[in-house]
């Protein structure tokens, strides 16, 4: 329905000036064509001034009128033009071309005056709004004009490919910033975006400390330009930027926040589409960056195809990383799913960051790549690259990784079995990119997908850990880390948060910063502290109630489950003891007891005593261990399937994790086409199938 209603509207407002505009020529080639013997030469005339017009029209208008007079003032003169060609036109029957073609004149320059003097800044502040974005439009003209007038512009400029402007605003801290808008879509700002910004640059670099070049793709505010020159190694940056104007901001706006990028000689910036300058650059790169805009803006989608992408490979060198950044706001899962099959058909081993709440980067590389942790912290340690890292609280080992997502060689299989690959000749992310923006949407898979907020995730931070167990300095740097850009995750905070509690109890910040949280965002197991410590609950012999013992083992094991992470496995042997009993007094639900204690189990790395509690859940002995229902806790037996399947990997056993792979599948828990059930299990069985697959390839 809004389709159409917006095809009526859109019909409604053009159908009138395109009757016209098809009118003209024929109408223009009447009029010179006084004799019929003649028609030739004469449509010919026509046709010949409406070529020079067309060409001379495009040049004039995007390289002088716009750049120099502004969007209004041009218009203004292409509506003045119209008109002097109209009145001469009528005043050629009368004979008085030479005074209509002044009159003409004149009143083209003085309305192009008018519209500059009256309309120039109000209209260039209306078009910077962005409203098309605002999901709460201005109910009057008052408060249009409010809105318009409530931020300093600091510059604007009407580019030939796009409108360019600097917003100076006061953030809610009361702090001054700038904010870079082009064609009304924010695109950068030394404020909110600058953990994105930053770790664009600094990611990549930090997981390939030798790089020497690298190759930016869109300037924004040039500030990861910047933080990729406070890397030593770094001899050269390619910054490559459709809009002069845009880098021109960079350059002049921006040079306190970005390190003054754009006049450092190691970087040399390209005006130019970034496929053409992959195509005829003779350079070879070690990392490159590549943020556009977002790919439901007109034209951006270009650069998330996988010939792009193929154009970014033949220009990397064999143990080059690519970064792609990505949002997760008005977008969704079918659409995040899209961009990450077509990254990673190219770029295969891939992992998943983020950067900032709601901004996600993908990094990936042709072959199998495995960072080096040690020369990670070596770098991070260096004086330049901590500084501009120490700009978002990043200053520890732990800070970094703790943005790992998804690790290296597991992000590929977020995007389920069959998602459109998008490309130039079949370019669905044109469109589905704008039906998800119209939606106001997020793409949640990545959070849930999370890997740190699981107990020994796959990524660099759980290697990490396992080397060097958190330290109190770790967590107060974690705090100070989500209190400055909002990672990690609220729940992963708090289990932070417990863990620092155990080291440091007497720490009266660790209380202070639960306490608030408490207070502002609730956890999911707020009450269950207070209920698993009443004296009904005092152990299972008390009990004698079926019923209670159930309903605590239900509230320890909520405890459990959202209290524990990556950084914090909370105490379990109470939960333990009551799911042990329930197996022996409640053998009609002994199964999911058996799977719960299985899932305890594993989280605190007895593998052993997990696989043989699991076996027992799903062995077909009915009389032994009690109907095959788990309809008590659905998701538990696809969550301890995923957790097999990773022990298997873990250890290198592919036939392992084949062989439960095709066991789950025939009962139904696995569907690798599909983003439903648990997504964990989906995309480590993609995994299987597809390493399983190139194996016997090989």
């Known amino acids: 329905m809004y389709e159409l209603v917006q095809v009526l509207i859109c019909f409604s407002v053009l159908f009138v000036p395109a009757v016209c505009l098809g009118m003209t020529l024929p109408l223009a080639s009447r009029v010179v064509t006084a004799d019929f013997r003649t028609t030739g030469g004469s449509v010919g005339r026509v046709f010949a001034v409406n070529t020079v017009g067309t060409v001379l029209g495009a040049v004039l208008t995007g390289l002088v009128f716009l750049p120099v007079l502004g969007l209004a003032s041009t218009l203004a003169l292409g509506i003045g033009i119209n008109a002097l060609i109209g009145w001469v036109t009528l005043a050629s029957r009368r004979g008085g071309v030479p005074r209509a073609l002044v009159q003409g004149l004149v009143a083209t320059a003085v309305l192009v005056a008018v519209v500059s003097l009256t309309l120039g800044e109000r209209w260039s502040r209306a078009f910077v709004l962005g409203l098309w974005r605002d999901v709460r439009p201005p109910a009057s003209i008052a408060e249009f004009r409010q809105r318009a007038d409530i931020y300093n512009l600091a510059y604007h400029r009407d580019g030939a490919g796009s409108t360019v402007a600097i917003l100076a605003v006061t953030n809610r801290a009361g702090q001054p910033s700038i904010s870079l808008k082009v064609n009304g879509k924010a695109d950068a700002s030394s404020g909110e975006d600058m953990s994105t910004q930053i770790l664009a640059?600094?990611?990549?670099?930090?997981?390939?400390?030798?790089?020497?070049?690298?190759?930016?793709?869109?300037?924004?505010?040039?500030?990861?330009?910047?933080?990729?020159?406070?890397?030593?190694?770094?001899?050269?940056?390619?910054?490559?930027?459709?809009?002069?104007?845009?880098?021109?901001?960079?350059?002049?706006?921006?040079?306190?926040?970005?390190?003054?990028?754009?006049?450092?000689?190691?970087?040399?910036?390209?005006?130019?589409?970034?496929?053409?300058?992959?195509?005829?650059?003779?350079?070879?790169?070690?990392?490159?960056?590549?943020?556009?805009?977002?790919?439901?803006?007109?034209?951006?989608?270009?650069?998330?195809?996988?010939?792009?992408?193929?154009?970014?490979?033949?220009?990397?060198?064999?143990?080059?990383?690519?970064?792609?950044w990505i949002q997760a706001y008005?977008?969704?899962?079918?659409?995040?799913?899209?961009?990450?099959?077509?990254?990673?058909?190219?770029?295969?081993?891939?992992?998943?960051?983020?950067?900032?709440?709601?901004?996600?980067?993908?990094?990936?590389?042709?072959?199998?790549?495995?960072?080096?942790?040690?020369?990670?912290?070596?770098?991070?340690?260096?004086?330049?690259?901590?500084?501009?890292?120490?700009?978002?609280?990043?200053?520890?080992?732990?800070?970094?990784?703790?943005?790992?997502?998804?690790?290296?060689?597991?992000?590929?299989?977020?995007?389920?079995?069959?998602?459109?690959?998008?490309?130039?000749?079949?370019?669905?992310?044109?469109?589905?990119?704008?039906?998800?923006?119209?939606?106001?949407?997020?793409?949640?898979?990545?959070?849930?997908?999370?890997?740190?907020?699981?107990?020994?995730?796959?990524?660099?931070?759980?290697?990490?850990?396992?080397?060097?167990?958190?330290?109190?300095?770790?967590?107060?740097?974690?705090?100070?880390?989500?209190?400055?850009?909002?990672?990690?995750?609220?729940?992963?905070?708090?289990?932070?948060?417990?863990?620092?509690?155990?080291?440091?109890?007497?720490?009266?910040?660790?209380?202070?910063?639960?306490?608030?949280?408490?207070?502002?965002?609730?956890?999911?197991?707020?009450?269950?502290?207070?209920?698993?410590?009443?004296?009904?609950?005092?152990?299972?012999?008390?009990?004698?109630?079926?019923?209670?013992?159930?309903?605590?083992?239900?509230?320890?094991?909520?405890?459990?489950?959202?209290?524990?992470?990556?950084?914090?496995?909370?105490?379990?042997?109470?939960?333990?003891?009551?799911?042990?009993?329930?197996?022996?007094?409640?053998?009609?639900?002994?199964?999911?007891?058996?799977?719960?204690?299985?899932?305890?189990?594993w989280d605190r790395g007895n593998d052993a005593r997990a696989r043989v509690l699991f076996e027992e859940a799903l062995d077909l002995d009915e009389k032994r261990f009690g109907p095959l229902d788990f309809s008590e806790d659905p998701g538990c037996p696809a969550g301890m399937m995923a957790r097999l399947i990773d022990a298997d990997l873990r250890a290198g056993d592919l036939k392992g994790a084949l062989d439960k792979v095709l066991r789950f599948r025939r009962l139904g828990y696995i569907r690798p086409e599909r983003m439903t059930g648990d997504e964990v299990l989906q995309m480590l069985a993609r995994r299987v199938i597809v390493t399983a697959q190139s194996s016997l390839q090989k």
């Open 201 to 324: 640059g600094q990611l990549p670099m930090l997981l390939h400390p030798s790089a020497e070049r690298v190759l930016v793709v869109g300037a924004g505010s040039g500030v990861t330009v910047g933080s990729i020159l406070q890397h030593s190694t770094v001899k050269a940056v390619d910054l490559v930027e459709i809009s002069p104007e845009v880098t021109e901001v960079a350059r002049e706006h921006f040079a306190p926040f970005n390190h003054d990028a754009l006049r450092n000689p190691r970087c040399h910036t390209h005006i130019e589409d970034a496929k053409t300058f992959l195509q005829t650059t003779p350079e070879s790169f070690d990392i490159i960056v590549t943020e556009p805009s977002n790919p439901w803006m007109a034209g951006v989608a270009a650069v998330f195809s996988q010939e792009y992408y193929r154009d970014c490979l033949a220009r990397l060198k064999p143990s080059g990383l690519c970064a792609q």
């Open 330 to 601: 008005e977008t969704d899962d079918e659409t995040f799913a899209t961009v990450v099959a077509t990254f990673g058909s190219v770029f295969p081993h891939v992992s998943l960051w983020q950067t900032s709440t709601s901004d996600l980067l993908l990094i990936g590389a042709a072959q199998p790549y495995r960072p080096d942790l040690q020369a990670m912290a070596r770098r991070l340690a260096e004086p330049a690259v901590a500084a501009d890292l120490g700009r978002i609280e990043i200053t520890r080992p732990v800070n970094v990784l703790a943005l790992q997502m998804v690790a290296f060689g597991d992000a590929f299989f977020l995007a389920p079995d069959g998602t459109t690959i998008h490309s130039d000749f079949h370019p669905v992310l044109e469109y589905r990119a704008q039906q998800a923006f119209f939606v106001r949407g997020m793409a949640m898979v990545p959070y849930r997908l999370n890997e740190v907020q699981r107990p020994r995730p796959r990524t660099l931070l759980g290697e990490h850990l396992a080397r060097a167990p958190l330290t109190a300095e770790d967590c107060r740097a974690l705090a100070r880390q989500f209190a400055k850009i909002g990672i990690p995750q609220l729940p992963i905070f708090r289990s932070v948060l417990r863990r620092w509690q155990e080291l440091q109890p007497k720490d009266p910040t660790v209380l202070r910063l639960l306490s608030t949280y408490a207070i502002q965002n609730p956890a999911p197991d707020g009450e269950v502290a207070s209920l698993v410590s009443h004296p009904s609950f005092s152990n299972e012999e008390q009990l004698g109630d079926l019923n209670l013992m159930r309903q605590l083992a239900d509230l320890l094991l909520l405890q459990h489950r959202t209290r524990r992470s990556a950084f914090h496995l909370p105490d379990s042997v109470r939960l333990e003891v009551f799911l042990g009993a329930l197996t022996q007094l409640d053998p009609a639900r002994q199964r999911t007891h058996r799977m719960r204690l299985a899932e305890v189990s």
